[in-house]
């Protein structure tokens, strides 16, 4: 396969390494704080991002990203005050945003559908080189920024009231970790799309939870899965010419129905020895809350 003699594709795998990498990175925190569905509501934040920009003429990855981040800004602020107003405002966001970008994007002349579903599905032969720079801009600063703040991510996530009595700031934790999901949804939706860019950031992590016995290990299994089924189903979608995104998500579903099938006969291992669970975990689990939780406080 001639894949990387194509300037585009290049382009296209660059973008779906990062998202790989990247998305799986939030996408643990955000299954554990059972927040699995704000990649959506971001991903429609960022539609009409994407709708301003085709309005305004500006370039709609920076455009995104800065509409996705206000969003997020405002979403989290409102769910720190109140978890029902939260889910309110994050199913107001759902609705909001997808309708705002559509209509932004039907009053831009000389864009039309094609442009639209090019963001919502993800292409092949739209990452110019300029998005891929500004691709690589920010996997890197959510890269530092989980380098800083990842042993108070996970205590934050772990338990939010000991964290806070710890003396870790959880509201402006919880700000910038749904900022840092925003920013991702702008990552991915150039090859997995942004009604489908959620899915690689919950689907790889939720695969590797069936085998891992740690954060760490879930973090790192979800890592693997979310940069094979990327690159993989990039390629994939240039052989048998179908969008990316659909391929790369079906993918990462695939690989988690394997990994749930080979849990099964380790969980009754389990059951029937329970005595080696615990040595296991008595080995594993204590240094890996040493090495994120106890140097939180």
């Known amino acids: 396969m001639n894949l990387l003699s194509y300037d585009f594709m290049q382009r296209a795998l660059i973008a779906a390494a990062l998202i790989g990498i990247i998305a799986p990175l939030i996408g643990v925190f955000l299954v554990q704080r059972r927040l699995a569905l704000l990649g959506d ?26 509409v996705a981040a206000l969003g997020a800004l405002i ?35 000389g864009k039309g559908t094609t442009a639209l579903n090019q963001y919502l599905f ?15 801009a920010a ?30 700031r959880t509201t402006r934790l919880g700000i910038l ?31 590797a939870q069936q085998l891992a016995g740690s ?8 890592v693997i899965l979310g940069l094979v089924c990327s690159v993989s189903g990039l390629a994939t979608s240039f052989a048998i010419d179908v969008p990316p995104g659909p ?8 690989a ?14 389990r059951q029937r020895h329970p005595h080696l669970v615990d040595d296991a975990s008595h080995v594993h689990d204590p240094a890996d809350q040493h090495d994120t939780g106890h140097r939180d406080a």
Do not use: C, K, N
Not at 84 to 104: E, H, K, P, Q, S
Not at 247 to 254: D, F, G, Q, R, S
């Open 41 to 66: 509501g971001m991903g429609h934040v960022a539609l009409t991002g994407v709708g301003l920009a085709f309005l305004t003429g500006l370039a709609p990855v920076p455009t995104a990203l800065v």
């Open 75 to 109: 979403l989290e602020l409102v769910r720190a005050r109140s978890r029902t107003a939260g889910d309110l405002a994050l199913a107001l966001v759902f609705y909001g945003g997808i309708a705002a970008g559509v209509l932004l994007t039907s009053l831009a002349s």
């Open 122 to 136: 993800g292409s092949l032969s739209t990452v110019a080189t300029e998005d891929v720079l500004w691709l690589v």
């Open 139 to 168: 996997s890197v600063l959510v890269l530092v920024i989980l380098a800083l703040f990842g042993r108070e991510f996970f205590a934050m996530t772990l338990d939010p009231d000991v964290a806070h009595v710890q003396g870790i």
């Open 177 to 207: 970790l749904t900022v840092l999901a925003a920013v991702t949804v702008v990552i991915g939706m150039r090859t997995v799309g942004l009604l489908l860019v959620s899915a690689i950031m919950i689907v790889p992590v939720a695969a």
């Open 215 to 222: 954060f760490r290990a879930t973090a790192v299994g979800g």
């Open 247 to 254: 391929t790369i998500v079906l993918l990462a579903l695939a």
């Open 256 to 269: 988690f129905v394997l990994a749930a099938l080979i849990a099964i006969p380790l969980r009754r291992r």
